[in-house]
């Protein structure tokens, strides 16, 4: 293609413009790269709604005290441990009187200790605790109780 320019001795300069608007060679190009990192740290939660019953020592039942929410966001999932202060019995004075934790599917050891493991899980889980006692028509009298502490953690 022939370019023919005419005119006041711009010829010249027009023809350099066209030149320089057309295509360029290659250029070198470069890049670069960002690494976006995040932690997320295990976060794991137990709280307790509470059924304000009373054990009715007299008779066999497996009694509803507590419902029991658990919430941890562990990668490789989480234990619930339940342990009894008093070994399994409610106490009052020298006298004791042996109880079963149940614990959704689980049930306690003859120490009043449990150990559930669950999987990982990105909702809140609620389990039953319920408790029993062997039936008795006599018992000695007193005010019996016991502790149960109820923990979480991760694997």
């Known amino acids: 293609m022939a370019w023919r320019f005419t005119g006041r001795g711009y010829g010249p300069l ?6 320089s608007a057309g295509p360029t060679p290659a250029q070198n190009s470069a890049q670069g790269t960002i690494t976006l990192r995040a932690s997320v740290p295990a976060t794991c939660a137990v709280s307790l709604s509470t ?12 009694v509803p005290v507590a419902t029991v929410e658990e919430r941890c966001n562990a990668a490789n999932g989480y234990t619930v441990s339940l342990s009894s202060k008093n070994g399994g019995a409610l106490s009052s004075g020298t006298s004791s009187i042996a109880y079963t934790l149940h614990y959704g599917d689980s049930t306690s050891t003859a120490d009043g200790s449990l150990t559930a493991g669950r999987p990982v899980s990105g909702t809140a889980r609620q389990t039953v605790l319920s408790v029993s006692v062997p039936a008795a028509t006599q018992r000695q009298a007193g005010d019996y109780e016991d502790t149960v502490t109820i923990a979480i953690a991760a694997k």
């Open 14 to 19: 027009i023809l350099l413009l066209l030149l």
């Open 51 to 62: 059924e304000n019953v009373s054990l009715n020592l007299s008779s066999a039942a497996i």
